[in-house]
């Protein structure tokens, strides 16, 4: 079955440096998604990503943070200037069409840990 | 703003015994997506109802969506160690943003 897949599965960064996070979603798939999870807490919204814009985010979602698809098959999260408080679980998700019809798949996670 | 309130946080049960999460939100959803998430896994698709009243199964899992459309519930029989992990429903009003309830996390005594 096709699945979601992010890279890497874990990284560690400074506080104040740069992060890219990516991810691979199911081929036909049109939605991307970027959701956080912190430890043992509810998962989070981040942005929803269709037609090369981004559709909707959340309050998370500022100045820092910014969404790509560089090409025909990736999909980034890229976090400017990380905090402490940015250490959690990233996932990405996609969904064939919109959340009307359409549940998300979600890849394993990438765990961001800053220091 | 959008959101779903789910309870309870955490239920620890004997196997066999049954289990319930429920959710809840102020406003009415178009629909309620409900995923599993294993200890140290990803969200999983289980199930999503978009009618009024509507009630789905799989094998043990009973899904059902409240009438007016404000309130699901996951109820889940005669649990096995399987079942172990976070449950969560995720409610969609309109757009592209899927807002996750705060999840039922559940242990399954052996």
């Known amino acids: 079955e096709p699945e979601v897949t992010q890279t890497p599965s874990h990284q560690v960064t400074q506080m104040g440096q740069e992060v890219i996070l990516r991810c691979v979603p199911i081929?036909?798939?049109?939605?991307f998604y970027w959701y956080r999870q912190i430890l043992g807490q509810k998962v989070e919204f981040l942005v929803s990503?269709?037609?090369?814009?981004?559709?909707?985010k959340s309050e998370i979602f500022d100045d820092q943070f910014s969404v790509e698809r560089p090409d025909g098959s990736n999909f980034t999260l890229k976090i400017r200037s990380t905090k402490l408080e940015d250490s959690a679980m990233y996932f990405c998700a996609s969904s064939v069409v919109n959340m009307r019809r359409s549940p998300l798949h979600f890849g394993n996670g990438t765990r961001l840990t800053v220091t | 703003g959008q959101q779903v309130m789910q309870i309870p946080q955490y239920q620890h049960v004997q196997e066999g015994e049954d289990f319930t999460t429920y959710c809840n939100s102020s406003t009415t959803l178009s629909n309620i997506q409900w995923y599993k998430q294993r200890p140290g896994g990803h969200p999983v698709f289980l199930i999503q109802l978009v009618k009024s009243g509507e009630v789905k199964k799989q094998k043990r899992l009973t899904f059902q969506f409240g009438e007016a459309k404000k309130n699901s519930s996951l109820h889940i029989t005669a649990t096995q160690t399987t079942d172990v992990g976070t449950y969560f429903c995720?409610?969609?009003?309109?757009?592209?943003?899927?807002?996750f309830g705060a999840g039922t996390i559940l242990r399954v005594k052996s």
């Open positions: 081929s036909n798939h049109l939605y």
């Open positions: 995720a409610g969609w009003w309109y757009g592209n943003k899927l807002v």
């Open positions: 990503f269709y037609n090369n814009e981004i559709s909707e």
